[in-house]
């Protein structure tokens, strides 16, 4: 348990069975009143927001948080298995965990995964990886500007936006926290 | 002599202090110059005391067996009882548990006493010292607070407690304080709307909210008491001196119980300041101003980091 005087920016905390961060944090004693605790709070889960103010008697549930490292193994259906880094333990977990990252997961990658009582809530991929084009129509010659770019896609068929210069059988990178090209990889 | 090698980050975030300094410095000068013009005598009380004020929502820290001060009040009080007219007193205050952006477990109070004026009298010399002050220390006596200017030589705002209830939180401070969230109502839905543009006054509050003020003759709900915000920040308390022996035992004993309910320390009972009722207190009005504070928002600093040295102890 945390009393209110643990409060502070980046503790995290079980609210109604959600895990919650704290991102801002003010003390307040208001005119000769009780000690207040105002709090903005972000729902690790979901992602919402919200506002509360505590008072010093006010009592909180740590959230149960673990970080593991595990490394990707293959896809089974809708399934993608992992293994832990540090007992090599099999881990199954579902694709609506994944979503959309489910695009970058490459073999072996080492993926960190973030579990609230025990389920996984939050996966980081390696930040950059390298995929290859399968499909672009050519660019036009002669355009010049930079911030022209045309849809392609890779082996997955995840479609992204890329520069004119980049042709089909390319390798490229992508920035996994945001899903977008970041450059084109140099054959050797 | 100084070594070539790169400044330690502690020395580094000192010299960073020096405006602050600087500025506090030249504040506390214009301050003593102003209590001396106007006939008031600095005094100082003991830092360690035997029996702190049983103020239900201020700990103190504990000192071997016995306290350091969270203000000079009953020994300033014990003063004007003893036939002192014009006090002031300038120096640290410390108070358990209280840390955040414009708070910090130690910090520097000027706290003044003047006998035969009431909360009136002694809100009209807080706005021509601090004018004062303006002028001397700042161009066109304004100042940028985080992002709004203030202007200290237009005419300050007055609200009392009960109109800024109403009308930035839609209801009345009676039905905060029974619903229990009076303090939550002040933070969130009236300080933000008080002016900042220029200081405020928000008067007469709750007589819940005030253990050592006098209460209104005209109406026993409220004390006659109020603080001072500039730019948004409680900058000074201030209130007619409660000097009736008998209501002032009466309330101590009700803040020492309420104090033990929520497991707060032990304190003897201040019996030197309550003799000194007992004799009698004359007709007085006292202030308290977080001198810190005051600094911040003159100067223009963002947060008390840019003011105070920096502390190890939360």
């Known amino acids: 348990m945390y009393s209110a005087s643990d409060l502070k920016k980046g503790l995290k905390l079980q609210i109604e069975n959600a895990p919650w961060v704290i991102t801002e944090f003010e003390f307040c ?42 490394y990707y193994s293959y896809q089974d259906g809708d399934v993608f ?31 960190t ?12 991929l390696p930040t950059f990886i390298e995929k290859k084009i399968v499909h672009t129509e050519p660019g036009a010659r002669g355009d010049t500007a930079t911030n022209i770019s045309k849809p392609a896609k890779i082996d997955n068929g ?6 004119l210069f980049i042709n089909e059988g390319d390798l490229i990178k992508i920035d996994t926290r945001t899903g977008q090209y970041a450059e084109r990889v140099n054959k050797a | 002599m100084p070594s070539a090698s790169t400044k330690p980050e502690y020395l580094q975030s000192l010299a960073k202090l020096k405006k602050g300094l600087i500025f506090k410095s030249g504040l506390l000068s214009v301050l003593r110059e102003f209590f001396k013009q106007n006939d008031f005598i600095e005094v100082e009380t003991p830092l360690i005391v035997n029996a702190p004020a049983p103020e239900e929502y201020i700990e103190a820290f504990s000192v071997s067996s016995s306290f350091l001060r969270t203000s000079p009040e009953l020994q300033m009080k014990s003063l004007l009882a003893a036939g002192y007219e014009r006090i002031y007193q300038i120096g640290p205050c410390f108070r358990e548990g209280e ?40 161009e066109d006596a304004k100042s940028k607070f985080r992002e709004t200017v203030i202007d200290f030589s237009s005419e300050w705002q007055k609200i009392s407690v009960r109109d800024a209830f109403l009308k930035y939180a839609s209801m009345s401070p009676e039905d905060a304080i029974a619903g229990n969230i009076f303090e939550e109502l002040l933070v969130e839905k009236v300080e933000p709307f008080l002016s900042k543009s220029v200081p405020c006054f928000m008067t007469d509050y709750p007589a819940a909210f005030s253990a050592l003020a006098k209460l209104k003759a005209s109406d026993k709900s409220v004390a006659e008491r109020w603080e001072l915000y500039i730019g948004g920040v409680e900058i000074a308390n201030a209130y007619s001196e409660l000097n009736n022996p008998v209501e002032q035992k009466d309330r101590f004993i009700k803040a020492s119980l309420e104090r033990e309910k929520r497991g707060m320390k032990k304190y003897p009972p201040p019996s030197e300041f309550l003799s000194a009722v007992d004799y009698g207190i004359p007709e007085a009005a006292g202030c308290a101003l977080g001198i810190d504070r005051l600094a911040m928002v003159m100067s223009g600093a963002t947060d008390l980091s840019e003011i105070v040295f920096p502390s190890d102890i939360a």
Request: hydrophobic share 35%; aromatic share 12%; with cysteine.
């Open chain 1, 81 to 111: 298995v992992f293994s832990d880094a540090a007992t090599y333990e099999e881990m199954r977990i579902g694709k609506d965990k994944i979503g959309d990252k489910a695009y970058f997961l490459i073999e072996n990658a080492l993926c």
């Open chain 2, 99 to 138: 840390s955040g952006r414009i708070h910090r477990p130690e910090f520097t109070m000027l706290e003044w006493y003047q006998t035969g004026i009431d909360y009136n009298g002694i809100m009209n010399f807080t706005q021509k010292m601090i004018s004062s002050a303006a002028r001397q220390l700042l």
């Open chain 1, 158 to 163: 995840y479609e992204i936006q890329v520069p």
């Open chain 1, 29 to 70: 004693k208001p005119g000769k009143g009780t000690a207040l605790y105002r709090c903005k709070m972000k729902n690790m889960m979901t992602g919402s927001t919200m506002d509360r103010t505590y008072r010093p008697n006010d009592k909180f549930e740590k959230a149960d948080m673990e970080e593991k490292e595990m």
């Open chain 1, 113 to 124: 995964f973030l579990f609230f009582n025990g389920m996984p809530i939050d996966i980081t």
